[in-house]
């Protein structure tokens, strides 16, 4: 697949959702976080949900627009749990949320539990005309038949965007450590096979350098979650120019 985004630093930088979402992120380090990011043209910040309000001001004046996550890192809420969530986040000024699935009813494959959990939180989106991304947590929903059963209901619902990662989704390794894979190129690819061509794929986790984002842009990707973002936008910027 030919990537349809343009490559120059401020094509790529724009497709950046800059995840602020590390746990003990104190608000000191959140509004520093944001201020840094006002320099880069990117989507979104993506914010702890308590800080949403901050952000809006912060970010104000920018094209850069405020998501925060719904039902993280595990997605195990109910739905109309999910639902006040992103209610909550859309009140506070975000104008893009990004949902957990819950992984243990999509691995006991109850689709109408999870369908409901997604139609919930996307009628809240609709209802604020906002946008609204669906995580699937690829290191924990490790089959196929699983991934493709969401992106057919993630299409059938019409949300925005489906998503490979939280960032948090570690497994214990046989020795004992915990490990991560986050998007991988099977994954990217079969997500864009597989959805609706209305449906956005997001990759997201170990998205840390140009080659790497230049790859899912390449297999069909048209969104970005990234901590990397200075990083990527100067190896951008040094290749391609602005």
Known sequence: MTSTIELNSTA???TFDHALLTPTF???ELR???EELRAYPIASVCIKPHAVKMAVEIMAGTVVDVCTVIGFPHGIQLPEVKAFEAECAFRDGA??????INTGEVLSEDWEFVREDVRAVTAVARAHKGIIKVIFETDF???DKHKIRLCEICSE?????VKTSTGFGYVKGQQGGYEYSGATPHDLALMRKHCAPSVGVKASGGMRDLDKVLEAFDLGVTRIGTTSTAAIVAEAIQRFGR
Request: with cysteine.
């Open 157 to 161: 619902e019409g949300v925005d965007y």
């Open 26 to 28: 104190t608000d000191a």
């Open 141 to 143: 929903v490790t089959e």
């Open 95 to 100: 104008r893009e949320v990004d949902m957990v």
């Open 12 to 14: 790529i930088a724009r």
């Open 32 to 34: 520093k976080g944001c």
